[in-house]
């Protein structure tokens, strides 16, 4: 599956852990003790313009997102071991019973959990010493049906409390679809629910708490990804095609389709929200303990199972002129024709086992932690059905037919299982009053044990799943290491600095297309170094970056002059620099002001070879030193809030300049604004309304890559004005309104 890239700026790594160089740092207070509760500033990460369900937004860091997005932890653990195709939103969301969220920077995420980039740790109540909850209801303008409740309390004097959760998220999304066809809720239909309990106990030499919690997750829905047509103009903006309103109106052209069974070989029917839904159950056991001496030892082991289905539509090319064709109906008709490439994988058992064990403490000028992972992954024959297929394109368009048996299909497949195990170590190191220095590294075994079936050993004939499958057997050793630290030259001025180094090896999802896909570890080194100031009126942190990642390994859906599509995997290597500046400002009582400039310079490197197209001349490409697609060079970021009595007013308005659309760098995206608005109003000390409004300038927004467009020329661009294209873009202007009460 083509890995694309939705890049939106935030905080570059310049976080540094324990360090208060930054005023945006903050700790949310609760004057309830909460067990087992961490809390931290979340840095605006929910606001996600690109999607209201798929989790935080993605954090730049001068490398292309992956599809995957931003990595999620829950109680300190990955929500998912592996987000394919059990992406972290279809077992988690943020709730009545989150009470506590974290940002972990480049250096924390590579040492903690081995992942590259940032990622986002959130908390749950497991339970309170006084009876207390909470309860939201939340909907918007297009008619989101979405509530939350949690309640937690103590159930005996000796320690023992409780904790239960709610979550349920009904989103008819914002376009307008053919009820005949399609769902209502098409864009996301999910319920979780929590229960937690927790047990406090003293013993000789010291205190902790053991809770268990359990969670059932069922999400199913329609679309991953919004794709729109649109006319595309050579100062890489957009303009509405006649009879579809971008965001208001459906590109999709049903819920039912065709797929050639992959275990019998017939062709039968599946629904993309039933069939392709997920269900999961999760159990952890977690316990925190603090020795008289100032020792911590931690853990949290947890099982998780689900059967988890994707359905994903991938838009490929729109014919360059209107084509004649006979419809459902019998009647001839012309219009432009959109190639879409469904991808279906069914419901896949998925069993994980994955812990953590920590021991720590505070030893004079040393604040140091040990940490143990023990990571066991199992997916259990994982098999994508897909079919390649004509629609027209307009709103609520329809499917050219086609000949059932002889339609063009797509299977995939692996199997098998990944272990990791990790130790890793951290400290603070306090050298002196002027000085501090935080160290890391990591230390990682990783195994793939299974089995793919190899395109080339396929026989006609015979269902896909009969063909012989060919093993998997690979192990890595993988090490990360970080460096970072501050020098206060005086009281207000310093310096700061840091130095990562990360390996990342494959998984077997690598194996799903049937190539080998010859996997090497890929190595991440980065660097920074900056200044900070901070005055009683401001805090400034200014840095330069540098980050590099070799050996990219993803499927790439190349298509060519005639339409046709191919899918080879590929390898190459990014590398960025860049430059940039935060600035937190209150120039004055209950007005808080923060500012971020982001330059950066992303390039392809090593990035070349041919396509083979069935029937066609192969194709050449060569991206080196091309920008990577979906990234701007400049992004600016403007967070205002005002606090008058009980009203909170807030903004938050981000630029992003000009994106390549496509790897040939020969179409591009002009610059845009995602812009945010909202206010908070408490009445008393129990009820607080909110108002939010997304995209408050009603940008069109497209972004992304444009479909079916990696291989065109220079020259071929240059006819593109006007052009009829189909792309992804960002949510359109939506008010969004809640309401919440404690108890």
């Given at each position: ?5 939705i ?10 852990l ?7 740092d ?10 087992g509760?961490?809390?931290?500033g ?15 937004r993605?954090?730049?860091i001068?490398l292309?997102?992956?599809?995957g ?8 653990l ?7 195709p ?15 969220v974290?940002?972990l ?7 903690n959990?081995?992942?590259?980039g940032?990622?986002?740790g959130?908390?749950n ?8 909850g ?8 297009f008619?989101?049906?979405n ?7 103590p ?11 709610a ?13 005949n ?11 979780l ?11 000789l ?26 006319k ?11 009879g ?20 019998t ?9 039933d ?17 008289d ?5 931690n853990y949290i ?13 991938i838009?490929t090319?729109?014919t ?5 064709f006979?419809?459902?109906n019998?009647?001839?008709r012309?219009a432009?024709l ?15 086992l ?10 004079g000028?040393?604040?140091w ?5 023990q990571?066991?992954?199992n ?17 609520n ?7 059932l048996e ?8 692996h199997?098998g ?7 890793f ?16 590294a990591?230390f990682e ?22 063909n ?8 890595w050793?993988?090490?990360a ?6 020098y206060?030259?005086t009281?207000n ?9 990360n ?23 980065g660097?920074?170094i900056?200044?900070?100031?901070n005055?009683?009126?401001f805090?400034?942190?200014s ?27 590929v390898?190459?290597?990014?590398e960025?620099i ?7 400002a209150?120039?004055?009582?209950n ?16 990035y ?15 991206f ?8 701007s060079?400049v992004?600016?970021e403007i967070?205002p ?23 040939t760098?020969?179409?591009?995206f ?9 206010a ?9 309304f ?16 444009i479909?079916?467009a990696?291989?065109?020329?220079s020259?071929e661009a ?9 792309g ?6 939506t008010?969004?309104f ?6």
């Amino acid at each position: 599956m083509k890995k694309y890239l939705i890049n939106i700026g935030l905080l570059t790594a310049f976080t540094v852990l324990g360090l208060n160089v930054n005023a945006q740092d903050k700790a949310k207070a609760d004057t309830t003790r909460v067990a087992g509760n961490e809390q931290g500033g979340d840095r605006n990460v929910m606001l996600n313009a690109a999607s209201a369900n798929a989790g935080p937004r993605n954090v730049n860091i001068g490398l292309p997102a992956s599809v995957g997005g931003t990595t999620v932890l829950e109680n300190d653990l990955p929500v998912v071991y592996f987000f394919w195709p059990e992406m972290p939103y279809k077992s988690w969301r943020m709730d009545a019973m989150t009470n506590g969220v974290k940002l972990l920077d480049l250096g924390q995420t590579a040492i903690n959990i081995g992942d590259v980039g940032f990622s986002v740790g959130t908390y749950n109540n497991m339970g309170t010493d006084k009876f207390s909850g909470n309860v939201g209801i939340n909907s918007n303008h297009f008619g989101l049906l979405n509530g939350t409740a949690n309640i937690s309390g103590p159930l005996t004097k000796r320690g023992l409390k409780f904790s239960l959760g709610a979550f349920v998220n009904y989103d008819p999304g914002t376009y307008k679809v053919n009820k005949n066809n399609i769902d209502r809720y098409y864009n996301d239909q999910t319920q979780l629910y929590k229960a937690a309990l927790t047990q406090d106990y003293k013993f000789l030499g010291g205190s902790g708490s053991i809770s268990a919690f359990y969670k059932y997750a069922n999400s199913k829905s329609m679309t991953m990804q919004q794709y729109a047509p649109y006319k595309y103009h050579l100062d890489g903006s957009v303009s509405e095609i006649d009879g579809f309103k971008i965001g208001s109106d459906s590109y999709l052209a049903g819920q039912k389709f065709n797929v050639r069974d992959a275990k019998t070989g017939a062709i039968v029917e599946r629904d993309a929200i039933d069939d392709y839904g997920s269900e999961s159950h999760t159990f952890d056991l977690i316990g925190k303990n603090t020795l008289d001496n100032g020792l911590k030892l931690n853990y949290i082991v947890r099982y998780h199972t689900a059967k988890s289905g994707m359905y994903l539509p991938i838009m490929t090319g729109i014919t360059k002129t209107e084509q004649t064709f006979i419809d459902a109906n019998g009647n001839e008709r012309t219009a432009y024709l959109q190639g879409v490439m469904a991808l279906a994988s069914k419901k896949t058992p998925i069993t994980s086992l994955t812990s953590l064990f920590e021991v720590g403490k505070k030893s004079g000028k040393h604040e140091w932690k040990i940490g143990l992972n023990q990571w066991l992954y199992n997916i259990d024959k994982f098999t994508t059905e897909g079919v390649i297929y004509n629609q027209t394109v307009e709103a609520n368009p329809q499917v050219v037919p086609y000949d059932l048996e002889n339609g063009t299909y797509l299977n995939e497949y692996h199997n098998g299982t990944e272990n990791k195990t990790a130790i890793f170590l951290t400290d603070k190191w306090d050298i002196a009053d002027v000085l501090t220095l935080n160290l890391g590294a990591r230390f990682e075994y990783q195994s793939l044990r299974g089995d793919y079936i190899n395109k080339n050993d396929i026989l006609e004939g015979i269902p896909y799943l009969s063909n012989k499958k060919t093993k998997i057997n690979k192990d890595w050793f993988n090490k990360a290491f970080m460096v970072s630290g501050v020098y206060k030259m005086t009281k207000n001025f310093g310096l700061l600095g840091e130095a990562t180094y990360n390996e990342q090896a494959g998984h077997l999802e690598n194996y799903s297309a049937g190539n080998e896909p010859n996997l090497k570890k890929s190595k991440i080194p980065g660097a920074g170094i900056g200044v900070f100031y901070n005055h009683p009126l401001f805090s400034v942190v200014s840095k330069a970056t540098y980050i590099k990642r070799d050996e990219y390994r993803s499927t790439v859906n190349f298509t060519s002059s005639q339409g046709t599509v191919s899918r080879p995997t590929v390898s190459y290597d990014i590398e960025t620099i860049g430059w940039t500046t935060d600035v937190v400002a209150t120039p004055f009582k209950n007005f808080n002001l923060h500012l971020l400039l982001t330059l950066q310079a992303p390039k392809y490197k090593n990035y070349s070879g041919t396509v083979n197209f069935e029937g066609e001349t192969p194709v050449d490409y060569n991206f080196n030193d091309n920008t990577v697609t979906g990234v701007s060079k400049v992004l600016i970021e403007i967070d205002p809030s005002y606090q008058w009595k009980d009203l909170r007013i807030w903004a938050s308005a981000r630029y992003f300049s000009k994106e390549y659309a496509n790897l040939t760098n020969s179409l591009y995206f002009k610059g845009r604004w995602e812009t945010f608005a909202g206010a908070n109003y408490s009445l008393g000390k129990n009820l607080e309304f909110s108002a939010t409004v997304v995209n408050l300038l009603n940008q069109r927004g497209a972004q992304g890559t444009i479909s079916g467009a990696d291989l065109y020329t220079s020259e071929e661009a240059e006819k593109m004005e006007g052009a009829i294209l189909s792309g992804t873009y960002i949510r359109p202007f939506t008010v969004e309104f809640g309401m919440k009460y404690r108890f």
